[in-house]
């Protein structure tokens, strides 16, 4: 059985840092497509980073670009989001999945990852 665990999260003031991580059991991370989402209540589940299972390419939201990096652990099967320069619109829920598939054109959606964790609370004060 695949679970997800994210850890992480809190409160920071706008322009801080913070790392999130997500500790995967029951499948390997080398062999999987890795990815980040967040959502805020109301709203729907918004793609924020992916590593792509072949090739280690990495792949962000345009509103993230240059602030966020995502990377991965393969020893400790841990899968890690570094978030800098904090702003009040990166307050959400944040979530990370795991998928054995590989297209590019589908890493960016939801609905490709099968296995999701429980979401670590992302809060940024202005």
């Known amino acids: 059985q695949v679970h997800l665990v994210e850890s992480g999260g809190g409160l920071v003031q706008a322009g801080g840092s913070l790392r999130l991580s997500c500790e995967v059991s029951g499948r390997t991370i080398s062999g999987s497509t890795v990815g980040w989402f967040r959502q805020v209540p109301g709203q729907e589940r918004e793609f924020v980073a992916t590593?792509?299972?072949?090739?280690?390419?990495?792949y962000y939201a345009d509103s993230v670009k240059g602030r966020f990096t995502i990377s991965k652990d393969n020893a400790k099967n841990t899968v890690n989001l570094q978030m800098s320069s904090l702003k009040p619109e990166d307050t959400a829920n944040y979530y990370c999945a795991i998928t054995r598939r590989d297209i590019l054109s589908t890493i960016r959606s939801p609905n490709t990852y099968d296995y999701w964790g429980q979401g670590t609370q992302v809060t940024v004060s202005s």
């Open positions: 590593l792509r299972r072949n090739g280690g390419y990495t």
